[in-house]
């Protein structure tokens, strides 16, 4: 869009000077005053502080006056009010208020060439035709004022719209019912002073919330974000009704939004969209929303974007956008999906973040005000304008009422006969006053000459023509409507009700909800970019990076992952990945760090000082300050690490402790159990494992799980799972546990449980996956015509598979995870008659059988409706308990091993 400042740039001729001076260069008319360069920094309250000092050594202050002091404020107080911030009014800014009028001024029911309209606007609006035109595309392109005819762009590809030569326009039918009424209008003059324009437009509408607005200004901005038509309305009607409203953004670009910190649009506040991605099949995801703020070629460029940068890896990107959005993204064999989608949403414009800013013109002052505020202004302002109409309507009535009445007694009483016996017309208005004398009453108001000048003017061969009985019904008619306006103006607020429920039965279909509003989850970059970098280390010397290839390679990371470092002396710490860090000598484990992980438990045996005794802990590691060293062990100089063991899921292993031979000790060799010591935090000194030198440690069994079972929940509202309580508990998961996921399409799979698994809209099973326990599904197949009932078993593991019949027709009707489910199957009144319900016990039925299996047929007959009734009893075996576990985060009775090895109590 062109920028309108242009054509308000002052002509230079080189020499930093205008080219005319006015009047306002010189304050005090001191021509001579000198024309300096001004540093801003040292600006303030309209005079310049020098840096030169006079003879006493004092700076030195020099008057800026003319455009530094006058010409700033006006400017600035111009383009907040006449450019960039809408109206409170009618929500316009007044290039959109131009163009609305100058749209109305050609409107003859025929579509206007679009350079027309601008051209036309040009009489009111003087900035140029490319900002009118730019302004009439964006009014257009919301499908609300402006009925469009030809290519006006796109608003989900980025597509410009034709020249204004090409495409035509002319007002929407919604646009002349509530934008316009010429005798409430509160009318100015055009910039030139030849014709009138609105200084706003009577709207009665909340507008400026159903489209939005965007505009900066000098000091200041505004970002009004658009919200859907009906919930205008019905908010409007609760504003009416004395009843509490919410109002939340809604985007023709539709995509999922999170309002929950929405402000009301006031600043500070801020409103997160999302694309809408979906899992077409393994290796392809498709977009079919994008955000608000967005278009499909900004889109597609921010993910090969990311995919350079090594954020995510895509094999390919197509975009099939035409009237719907439709990008897909070709993954490569291997890469996940789930994660794919939650690395879409960190690290390119799949999700972005709007931050709103409620500011309007309300008497030429800007207004910081949230969207309840202005929707109460707005409806408060419509009412008061249909009270408007309706007086005036009411006046109208009157007037019409009370000539109609004149004319009936004046042709009734046949007072034109005499009009030839008077010469002059002060005789005639005399006469005619004196024979309305009787009437008098009856009238509305007092008799005036201008409706005696009416009454002289009426042909003859009306008169002649007149019908007493329907001129009494034509002002019974006048009387019942002025009753019914008199009515709606003692009942303004019912009638404003009406006005907005009449609003949304005639425009209302087809303007539902398009953005789905849902509380996002916070996706943590690091557990979703592509480690794609490798990092190394040199244990010896005490580097650890990207850079260092002939050392030994430890994992793959990202550039923005963290790593821990444990070193023989006690030392931890965490860094950044870098291209080569120095953490210190003598690394004896080194991993990617992951601050939320509880369930990685160290257990790590050290000697206290040179000769000490040596201490045996187990602890997590959470809450660390990056580059900062950790003791881990009691202080002491010389300590040193033992035995050190990292476990991802809390194992505890047991170990066989060989001491040196010293003075009388009796046992050289005993077995220590970590599962008997409890997780403690790093900082912890640890148990005694001994008090005599330590020869050797060795692995004697490898250990478990020592951690309670997990529990996962899934949160329907983000449609996540999560282990912070949120939503339905699944259960308690061991790491060998999996998930059971059942979809209305008949497909399902068996997953573990990740916190990053995406879920389907039409899932209608999820719960925790019991191998052994039948499956029953009733489903119609497409190819034969027939309902089938079967019951499997799951056969294999992390795929997705389709266990009803794959024709186009077929369906899943109801599908149950009980042991031992009833269904109840209701059939249809066929030709009046009514075949009774039948009740099926679905494990004698049928036996399970196998994954593909087609089933037994159910039935012949159509079928109305399945229900799945109680289960029969069935008892379920008993689940061997593993051993104790322990929490991290419990702080269970400690324990200490004495030198024999024996667990010590205190």
């Known amino acids: 869009m062109k920028d309108e400042e242009d054509d308000n740039i002052i002509p230079n001729n080189g020499d930093n000077t205008p080219d005319e001076p006015t009047a306002n260069d010189h304050s005090e008319g001191d021509s001579s005053e000198e024309i300096i360069k001004v540093d801003a920094s040292k600006f303030e309250g309209g005079h310049f502080y020098n840096n030169s000092e006079d003879g006493d050594g004092n700076d030195t202050i020099t008057k800026v006056t003319g455009m530094y002091k006058d010409w700033f404020l006006d400017y600035a107080s111009y383009v907040i009010l006449e450019r960039a911030v809408p109206a409170i009014e009618d929500g316009f800014k007044p290039v959109q208020r131009r163009i609305m009028h100058s749209l109305k001024e050609l409107d003859d029911g025929r579509y206007n060439k679009v350079a ?65 009424s010429p005798k409430i209008t509160d009318w100015g003059t055009s910039y030139d002073g030849r014709r009138a324009e609105p200084n706003n437009l ?246 005036i000459d201008d409706d005696l000048q009416r009454l002289t003017q009426i042909p003859m061969i009306r008169i002649t023509r007149f019908d007493s009985d329907k001129a009494d019904d034509f002002i019974s008619k006048l009387e019942e409507e002025m009753k019914e306006v008199q009515y709606n103006l003692e009942h303004l607020t019912d009638f404003a009700i009406a006005y907005f429920t009449k609003l949304k039965e005639k425009y209302g279909k087809g303007r539902e909800r398009q953005t789905e509003l849902r509380i996002f989850d916070d996706i943590e970059a690091t557990k979703v970019v592509l480690r794609n970098t490798k990092l190394y280390v040199n244990r010896e010397e005490g580097f650890v990076g990207t850079s260092l290839k002939k050392d030994e390679y430890v994992t793959d990371c990202s550039d923005i992952d963290d790593v821990i470092v444990f070193l023989r002396d006690g030392n931890m710490m965490v860094t950044k990945v870098d291209a080569k860090t120095f953490v210190g000598k003598d690394i004896i484990h080194i991993a990617i760090f992951d601050k939320s992980d509880k369930r990685t438990i160290y257990n790590m045996i050290y000697r206290d000082g040179k000769s000490g005794p040596s201490y045996i802990k187990r602890f997590n590691v ?184 794959e024709h186009a027709n077929s369906q899943l009707e109801i599908v149950s995870t009980d042991y031992r489910p009833v269904a109840e199957i209701i059939f249809p009144k066929i030709k009046g008659v009514q075949k009774e319900s039948i009740t099926i016990d679905v494990e004698d039925f049928i036996a399970v059988k196998g994954f593909k299996a087609l089933g037994n047929q159910l039935t012949t007959d159509k079928i109305k409706q399945v229900n799945m009734l109680d289960p029969l009893p069935y008892e379920v075996p008993v689940e061997v308990i593993p051993e104790k576990r322990t929490n991290p985060d419990d702080d269970d009775t400690d324990v200490q091993l004495d030198d024999d090895g024996q667990v010590i109590l205190f």
């Open 116 to 180: 027309n309209v601008v051209g036309h606007t040009m009489q009111y609006h003087p900035h140029g035709d490319a900002s009118i035109g730019d302004a009439m595309v964006q009014i257009g392109q919301k499908e609300l004022l402006i009925d469009c005819q030809g290519n006006w762009g796109n608003i989900l590809t980025g597509d410009g719209a034709a020249a204004s030569r090409y495409i035509e326009a002319r007002l929407s039918k919604f646009a002349l019912e509530v934008l316009y």
């Open 202 to 447: 009577p709207v009665k509408f909340p507008l400026l919330l159903a489209q939005g607005a965007e505009g900066i200004a000098v000091g200041l901005s505004t970002k009004v974000l658009p919200h859907n038509f009906n919930e205008l309305i019905d908010a409007s009607i609760k504003i009416l009704k004395g009843k509490p409203f919410t109002l939340y953004p809604d985007f023709m670009t539709q995509g999922i939004a999170d309002v929950s910190n929405y402000n009301d649009g006031l600043r500070g506040g801020r409103v997160r969209v999302r694309a809408k991605i979906a899992q077409l099949d393994k290796n392809t995801l498709v977009i079919t929303q994008i955000p608000f703020s967005t278009n499909t070629t900004t889109l597609i460029d921010s993910i090969l974007k990311a995919n350079e940068k090594g954020k995510i890896k895509i094999k390919k990107i197509e975009d099939n956008t035409a009237a719907d959005v439709e990008i897909l993204i070709h993954l490569y064999p291997g890469v996940s999906p789930d994660k794919t989608i939650d690395a879409l949403f960190a690290f390119t414009a799949c999700e972005t973040s709007v931050a709103p800013l409620g500011c309007v013109i309300e008497d030429n002052k800007p207004l910081f005000i949230g969207v309840s505020a202005m929707l109460k202004i707005s409806t408060e302002r419509t009412q008061e304008l249909l009270r408007q109409e309706l007086e005036i309507q009411l006046e109208e009535l009157k007037n019409k009422w009370h000539f109609s009445t004149l004319e009936k007694i004046f042709i009734r009483e046949e007072m034109y006969i005499d009009f030839k016996l008077y010469s002059d017309r002060e005789a005639l208005y005399k006469y005619m006053y004196d024979r309305f004398e009787p009437f008098s009453k009856s009238f509305v108001r007092a008799i």
């Open 622 to 805: 959470s809450g660390v300050t990056r580059d900062k060293p950790y003791d881990l062990t009691n202080g002491t100089k010389g300590s040193q690490i033992l035995y050190f063991t990292c476990n991802p899921n809390g194992e505890a292993e047991v170990i066989t402790v060989l001491l040196r031979q010293v003075g009388s000790i009796k046992k050289l060799k005993f077995d220590i159990d970590f599962a008997k010591l409890a997780i403690k935090g790093r900082a912890s000194k640890g148990n005694v494992a001994s008090k005599y030198p330590i020869k050797k440690i060795e692995i004697k069994e490898k250990g478990i799980s020592t951690l309670l079972p997990r529990k996962v929940w899934y949160d329907e509202t983000v449609q996540r799972l999560n282990v912070d309580g949120r939503g339905e508990l699944l259960g308690e998961f061991r790491p060998s546990d999996k998930i059971l996921i059942i979809q209305q399409s008949g497909k399902l799979k068996v997953v573990v449980p990740e916190l990053s698994t995406h879920f389907e809209t039409d899932m209608v099973v999820l719960e925790k996956w019991v191998p052994k326990k039948p499956i029953s599904a009733i489903y119609y197949d497409g190819e034969k015509e027939r309902y089938y009932l079967k019951r499997f078993l799951v056969e294999t593991e992390n795929k997705e598979e389709t266990f009803i019949t």
